[in-house]
């Protein structure tokens, strides 16, 4: 079992900067984690994943060159840390842990946390 435990979000102008945080807890080890978001009437969408060395990581296009994934195995923490902000990037953004690396699809990751709220103000 993995718990995780989203924090960071909040609301920020256009263009701003943010960092969201996920606490894992558990059974941890070999985990790639993932970001995901969801905003309202929206299906929810992957935004990237990093592998469990840190080594690899793969952006959804909406958001590459603007967010980069990180991750501190020997905190459990693994963070989200998003530059150029946009208003549609309004959005719950959730953590997850999974086992395949590079996957996009939601049914491969098997924890989420709660999630944490991000709105982009215009």
């Known amino acids: ?11 920020v102008q256009a263009g701003g900067s943010l960092r969201l945080s996920c606490a894992a807890s558990g059974r941890t080890f070999g985990y790639t984690m993932g970001w995901f978001r969801q905003a309202p009437g929206n299906e929810r ?5 990093i592998s469990w060395s840190g080594e690899m990581t793969n952006y959804a296009d909406s ?3 603007r967010f980069t994934i990180s991750r501190d195995n020997a905190k459990n923490m693994v963070y989200l840390h998003m530059n150029s902000l ?7 953004y959730y ?5 395949n690396y590079g996957s996009t699809l939601r ?5 989420w946390g709660q999630g944490t709220q991000v709105t982009i103000s215009s």
């Open 45 to 49: 969408e992957f935004v990237g994943g």
């Open 86 to 92: 946009k208003p549609e990037d309004t959005a719950h």
């Open 63 to 65: 958001v590459k060159g």
């Open 1 to 11: 079992q993995v718990q995780l435990v989203e924090s960071g979000g909040g609301l």
């Open 107 to 111: 049914g491969d990751y098997a924890y």
């Open 95 to 99: 953590c997850a842990a999974g086992r």
